[in-house]
């Protein structure tokens, strides 16, 4: 079972295996990546020693992606979340929505479309910098020491 809140201690140890994850991603030169960057919910909880076991379980996941968001956009302004997606669907829940209404990354409102254009938009900018910030730079360009 998932729990309601986290410790600092499991907010930590969750931003590590996420960074773990998109660090094995190589980002070239031109933007594109090779590598895949995300982590699923139940990868996330499970790392932590907890198992989702129905949909509460579920929604209590993303507690956890958005306390790590909230630690990391205080230090880079990034949205480490962007990376935490449903197995499934492969995207990010609506939770993640809800938070950058918070940090006025969008529009805040009632409910947002996890398929909406601005939305989607954001989410694909947020992924964007988790990427170019976190991942290793592909050999040529290491040695060629350029900087994207």
């Known amino acids: ?7 600092p201690e499991e907010v930590s140890k969750g931003r590590k295996f996420v960074l773990s994850r998109v660090s094995n991603v190589v980002l070239h030169r031109d933007g594109t990546w090779r590598g895949d960057p995300f982590v699923t919910y139940k990868e996330l909880v499970e790392h932590l020693g907890y ?8 929604d209590r996941a993303g507690v956890i992606a958005g306390q790590i968001s909230r630690m990391e956009y205080k ?8 990376l935490v997606v449903t197995v499934d669907t492969k995207r990010v829940g609506h939770g993640f929505y809800s938070l950058a209404g918070e940090f006025n990354l969008i529009r805040k409102k009632d409910h947002y479309d996890v398929n909406g254009l601005e939305e989607l938009s954001m989410w694909n900018q947020q992924l964007n910098k988790c990427v170019r910030k976190y991942a290793k730079r592909s050999n040529r360009e290491r040695r060629q020491n350029i900087h994207v």
């Open 75 to 82: 230090k880079t302004r990034i949205m480490l979340s962007a």
């Open 51 to 58: 198992s989702i076991e129905d949909e509460f379980d579920g």
């Open 1 to 7: 079972m998932v729990p309601g809140t986290f410790t």
